[in-house]
């Protein structure tokens, strides 16, 4: 919601100045159809020309995530440490009961508690491999770090393609407006017979162009970007989370110490107070 009231303040603000200041908004909105096709139409082709299907899909998803906001919010945040606390606790108990929950998620009582988590596969199959190999024996916490750094550097490089392909459009979108802006010079000396009325029209309809590759580009495009980027970097944390708690359990901490390590970790506005954290292990169904 909070991008598209930008987006509206933007528009209001640019073409509500223009015309307090006396500017022909018909001007624009004669130009505006055909330089919107050469621009947009451009920036489109050039996206498409540079990414691979995979990476386009993606971008599109990515789109809602601006409208939507982060995925994860401060009580998903409790939940996955909730729920980290009670599989290492049951590991450190009965390596038996623990792999029960790993191997069949879905029918386990324990991940059936979180059911935003338990609809996440990618957040799953993280934590079922990182206590899989736990089970089986592989106990260096530091080549666990290290392996797991990799994996979500890895997927967090691939989550910032969109981002990063809506980047390159904007960066482009200036010169795409010169483009079309120099076509429509071309257009208006082709008609230099013409009186000079009809000639600042016409010169007027050809700098919208410039107009709005630089409009689109730092007022729309660059913006949404960034904002995608924001959003994919912290919900990542869900992730970072669960290689700290992991990483902690390696070392061989006790469950409060693992969780709490983790839960120091997370950014101000997602973290847990201690006092809420523990009311909510306290209640976790394994404690229960």
Same mark, same amino acid.
């Given at each position: /919601?909070?991008?598209?009231?930008?987006?509206?303040?933007?528009?209001?603000?640019?073409?509500?100045?223009? $015309? !307090?200041?006396?500017?022909?908004?018909?001007?624009?909105?004669? #130009?505006?159809?055909?330089?919107?096709?050469? %621009?947009?139409?451009?920036?489109?082709?050039?996206?498409? $020309?540079?990414?691979?299907?995979?990476?386009?899909?993606?971008?599109?998803?990515?789109?809602?995530?601006? $409208?939507?906001? &982060?995925?994860?919010?401060?009580?998903?945040?409790?939940?996955?440490? +909730?729920?980290?606390?009670?599989?290492?606790?049951?590991?450190?108990?009965?390596?038996?009961?623990?792999?029960?929950?790993?191997?069949? &998620? !879905?029918?386990?009582?324990? =991940?059936? #508690?979180?059911?935003?988590?338990? !609809?996440?596969?990618?957040? %799953?199959?993280? %934590?079922?491999?990182?206590?899989? @190999?736990? /089970?089986?024996?592989?106990?260096?916490?530091?080549?666990?770090?290290?392996? *797991?750094?990799?994996?979500?550097?890895?997927?967090?490089?691939?989550?910032?393609?969109?981002?990063? !392909? *809506?980047?390159? @459009?904007?960066?482009?979108?200036?010169?795409?407006?010169?483009?079309?802006?120099? *076509?429509?010079?071309?257009?208006? @000396?082709?008609?230099?017979?013409?009186?000079?009325?009809?000639?600042?029209?016409?010169?007027?309809?050809?700098? $919208?162009?410039? =107009?709005?590759?630089? =409009?689109?580009?730092?007022?729309?495009?660059?913006?949404?970007?960034?904002?995608?980027?924001?959003?994919?970097?912290?919900?990542?944390?869900?992730?970072? *989370? %669960?290689?700290?708690? /992991?990483?902690?359990? /390696?070392?061989?901490?006790? &469950?409060?110490? +693992?969780?709490?390590?983790?839960?120091?970790?997370?950014?101000?506005?997602?973290?847990?107070?201690?006092?809420?954290?523990?009311?909510?292990?306290?209640?976790?169904?394994?404690?229960?």
């Amino acid at each position: /919601m909070g991008s598209l009231i930008g987006v509206a303040i933007t528009f209001v603000m640019v073409f509500g100045g223009y $015309v !307090a200041a006396g500017g022909k908004i018909a001007i624009i909105l004669q #130009a505006l159809p055909f330089e919107l096709m050469m %621009i947009g139409g451009a920036a489109i082709g050039s996206l498409i $020309v540079a990414n691979d299907a995979h990476v386009l899909k993606g971008t599109a998803r990515d789109l809602g995530k601006a $409208v939507k906001g &982060p995925r994860w919010q401060k009580a998903d945040y409790g939940d996955l440490l +909730c729920l980290l606390y009670a599989l290492i606790r049951i590991g450190r108990r009965d390596a038996v009961a623990v792999e029960t929950h790993i191997e069949d &998620p !879905a029918g386990s009582p324990l =991940f059936q #508690a979180y059911p935003r988590i338990l !609809a996440e596969p990618e957040a %799953i199959a993280l %934590i079922s491999d990182t206590v899989r @190999m736990g /089970m089986m024996n592989y106990d260096d916490p530091h080549q666990l770090e290290a392996m *797991l750094d990799r994996q979500l550097e890895g997927k967090l490089r691939q989550e910032l393609h969109g981002s990063h !392909a *809506l980047q390159v @459009m904007a960066d482009g979108l200036p010169a795409l407006g010169i483009v079309a802006a120099v *076509l429509g010079v071309i257009k208006t @000396m082709a008609s230099i017979d013409q009186p000079p009325e009809i000639l600042g029209k016409m010169i007027g309809g050809a700098l $919208v162009g410039t =107009f709005l590759g630089v =409009f689109l580009s730092y007022g729309f495009v660059a913006p949404l970007a960034n904002r995608i980027r924001g959003i994919v970097e912290a919900d990542h944390k869900f992730y970072e *989370l %669960i290689r700290d708690t /992991m990483v902690a359990n /390696m070392h061989r901490h006790s &469950p409060q110490i +693992c969780v709490e390590v983790a839960r120091q970790n997370l950014p101000g506005g997602l973290r847990l107070s201690f006092d809420e954290l523990d009311t909510r292990l306290r209640e976790t169904p394994e404690a229960a």
